[in-house]
Every structure is written in structure tokens, then in C-alpha cells.
């Protein structure tokens, strides 16, 4: 055994090895061998071999103080003085002894190769400029950046991703496995519980210049907005009096549910055969209950509505969008609690031509309840931006109780009564 392997063997001794680990990390955060380090708890053959190098008694001690300059000291008084301890660390530890700063230093330049690989790779597509995003907004893109610890798996999702963006359906919707099997031949490479399919959704907020969506129902407007269809056939909202349109050929389905007075489900599998949708009066009532719905439809077979049903399901929205773009006049009433104002707010905050129907404190007072809402549901109030909704939201967190939209329904039949003779 030569002098260089006795030396290895010598570190490579049980007793070392958090010894030289600590000097490792120690070397690393000062870019220099100098400082202490700590073995807290040491065991016996950790005691007896630092104990013997370092010239010290450890004996009895719970915790080790060692100066990194005295360790470097004794290496250079033992036959193994040739050898630089930072060789020794690389060796014994198998990996290499860098500085924070080189170490940031090569982390920064294999990232760089890894966007400047994928810019090149989708040069003058929009793929390409996302990338850039992703350089010039570090924090906009946390979810990427954390990832840098297997670049190779990170790089060839992304590349997945840039595919995906090139290639969205243009013409016809694509459902979202079969999407993914056209980019990669595995079908739930893109679904949400997977890191690229989350990356996907990253990257059709860039291109379509929106926030990430919070929720499963604003994640499907993103991909149906993008080409990709999801939950197309549980996805639904039910819908009177109105027609619908594929180019100029009218949707015989709708025309005749309008024709035989009859309320219709939709789902997303049936809007996606759609493109245009009118009402024949100007105006749809959209309203938050199913009994109300009901009560409506029942009191006019043919009045133009449609039943949002809590939180707006994409369906919905896609009616409301559809309707919103033939200036439809569009008219909300929902419940008089903290969660039908905030459908009512979001609502307002997405189409221009919604305006609300029977929603304000004289109505409110009609539909009250003895029904209490929880102080944390009242606090979700102070979000209420719309000024309209902003005067109810206080008249409600005033009483603290709930009103119900059932309880005005000949209110809501009288405004639709009006309406006919404007």
C-alpha cells in the first residue's frame, strides 16, 4: 500500500467520518478551512480516534469542539503532511469540495445551458419566449426554480411543456389525454397530480396572460381556453329559452328544447359542438338555486335562463362568455349570504354585460332567515370589491344573518315582468 492509500485508509475510519463531513460543510458556507465544528454525542471510537489525532482527551465528553485550523495543523504533523486535507475530503466524502460561490457559480451556468438549450431548441415560438419569462421573473416561477435539483427530469418536462404550447389545438378541442398522448404517447403526462402537468398550467397562464388558477374549475377555463377539454361530460349547466350555433347552422337540440318549453342540461361535450348562443328576448336570467330555476321556468317555459348552481361550473361560464359576446343582457340574483355575493362578484368581475337583479337591502330584508352566518364566512365579506354588492355585503355582516333568493321569487318575477314592457 503506498503512502496516499495509507492515508485514505487512515480517514477512512469510522471515527472520522462526521468529522469530515462537518469540515466539508464548514468549508462550504466559508469558502476557506477556518471556523469550528461540533460532534455532539460522540460515539466511543469517534472519541478514541479524534482524541489520538487531535492530541486532545474527548473522553467523557457529550459534544466535540474542533478548530478546523488545529485539524489542518495536525494533518501537516503526521506522515500524511504531503496531502492537502481538502483532497482528503474529496476522496473519503466521493464528491467535490466547492465554495458557496463556486458552487452557486456552476449551478447558475448549468441553468443557463438548460433555458438557453430550450430557447434554442423552440427558437421564434412562443414556447421560446416563455422560457424567457421563466429567466426574467424568478419569483413568478418558484415551482420551476426548486426543481433545479434534477435538471435532466426538470428539462425534459419543460420541453414537454414547450411542445404542448406549439401544438395546442388550433380548430377543433382536443380532451386533455388525448392531447398529452399526441405531445409524449402517455396520456396522464399531463393531468394535474403530475409536476408537468402543474408546468402546463404554468405556462398556459403566461401565454394567455392570466394569474394561476386557484381552484379546478378556473384550471378547466384555462385548458378550454387553450384547446383542451376536461370533465366534459359531469361539467354542466341547465339551461332555457335559448338557441345555439355552430357558424350559421342552428343547433337543432336547442331549438327544439326552446320548442317544446323544456329545460335542457348541457354539458362541456355538448358546448364544444357550439360557438355561438343567443337568447330571443336580449336578456337570460341567471340565477344561483335550482328552485328558483325551476320556479321560473314554470312561470315562463320559454324565458331565457340558466341555473349557476353554487360556484360557476365551467359550463356555466362558457354560456355566460358565449352570451356575453352577442350583448346579452344578463341578469344575476343569488342567495343573500357571504357566498352568493361572492358568485355575484365574480360574476360582475368577468362579464360586462351582467348586472345584478333583486340583490340590495330591500330585498335582503324580504329574504331574511333565522339561519346565522359564522363569524369566518362574515369575514370572507371584506373582499367584496363592487360597490352595489360592497353597501349589502355591510348590511349583512351588520345583522349576521342569511337571505335566501327563494324567498323573493314574485320580486324576481315582477322584474322580469318589467323588462317586457321597457
Request: some cysteine; aromatic content about 10%.
Amino acid at each position: 500500500m503506498d503512502i496516499y492509500e495509507e492515508c485514505l485508509a487512515y480517514f477512512r475510519q469510522k471515527g472520522f467520518r462526521r468529522a469530515l463531513e462537518g469540515i466539508y460543510e464548514k468549508y462550504y458556507s466559508l469558502s476557506r478551512l477556518g471556523g469550528n465544528i461540533y460532534i455532539d454525542d460522540p460515539l466511543p471510537e469517534e472519541r478514541d480516534v479524534l482524541s489520538r489525532f487531535l492530541r486532545q482527551d474527548f473522553s467523557g465528553q457529550d459534544r466535540i469542539k474542533i478548530s478546523l485550523r488545529d485539524f489542518e495543523k495536525k494533518l501537516k504533523d503526521t506522515k500524511f503532511e504531503d496531502f492537502d486535507l481538502i483532497d482528503i475530503l474529496e476522496a473519503i466524502l466521493n464528491k467535490k469540495a466547492l465554495t458557496q460561490k463556486e458552487a452557486a457559480d456552476i449551478e447558475n451556468k448549468e441553468r443557463q445551458n438548460l433555458f438557453q438549450g430550450l430557447i434554442d431548441d423552440f427558437s421564434g415560438t412562443i414556447a421560446a419566449d416563455f422560457i424567457q419569462d421563466i429567466i426574467k421573473n424568478p419569483q413568478e416561477y418558484k415551482m420551476i426554480y426548486v426543481r433545479m435539483n434534477d435538471k435532466i427530469k426538470l428539462k425534459k418536462e419543460l420541453f414537454n411543456v414547450c411542445k404542448a404550447l406549439i401544438s395546442l389545438p388550433k380548430e377543433h378541442r382536443l380532451r386533455l389525454p388525448v392531447f398529452a398522448a399526441n405531445i409524449t404517447t402517455d396520456p396522464h403526462y399531463f393531468d394535474y397530480g403530475n409536476d408537468a402537468g402543474r408546468l402546463l398550467i404554468k405556462a398556459l397562464s403566461y401565454i394567455n396572460k392570466c394569474t394561476y388558477p386557484s381552484n379546478a374549475e378556473e384550471r378547466s377555463e384555462l385548458l378550454y381556453d387553450s384547446g383542451i377539454l376536461i370533465d366534459e361530460v359531469s361539467n354542466q349547466v341547465l339551461v332555457n329559452g335559448l338557441l345555439a350555433y355552430n357558424g350559421e347552422i342552428e343547433n337543432s337540440i336547442w331549438s327544439a328544447a326552446l320548442i317544446q318549453k323544456e329545460p335542457m342540461a348541457v354539458t362541456l361535450y355538448n358546448l364544444n359542438k357550439v360557438d355561438r348562443i343567443i337568447s330571443p328576448r336580449g336578456y337570460l336570467m341567471a340565477v344561483e338555486n335550482p328552485s328558483v330555476f325551476s320556479a321560473l321556468t314554470e312561470y315562463d317555459p320559454e324565458l331565457p335562463c340558466i341555473c349557476v348552481n353554487g360556484q360557476p361550473k365551467l359550463a356555466v361560464l362558457i354560456v355566460l362568455k358565449l352570451l356575453n359576446k352577442s350583448e346579452c343582457s344578463i341578469y344575476y340574483s343569488g342567495d343573500f349570504d357571504p357566498e352568493g355575493l361572492l358568485i355575484a362578484e365574480r360574476l360582475l368581475s368577468k362579464f360586462n354585460r351582467i348586472k345584478l337583479c333583486c340583490m340590495d337591502i330591500k330585498r335582503y330584508k324580504m329574504a331574511l332567515s333565522n339561519k346565522k352566518i359564522e363569524e369566518k364566512r362574515l369575514k370572507s365579506l371584506d373582499n367584496i370589491q363592487n360597490p352595489d354588492l360592497k353597501i349589502l355585503a355591510r348590511e349583512i355582516e351588520i345583522r349576521g344573518f342569511a337571505g335566501y333568493q327563494e324567498k323573493v321569487i314574485s320580486e324576481i318575477v315582477e322584474f322580469i315582468e318589467s323588462i317586457g314592457t321597457r
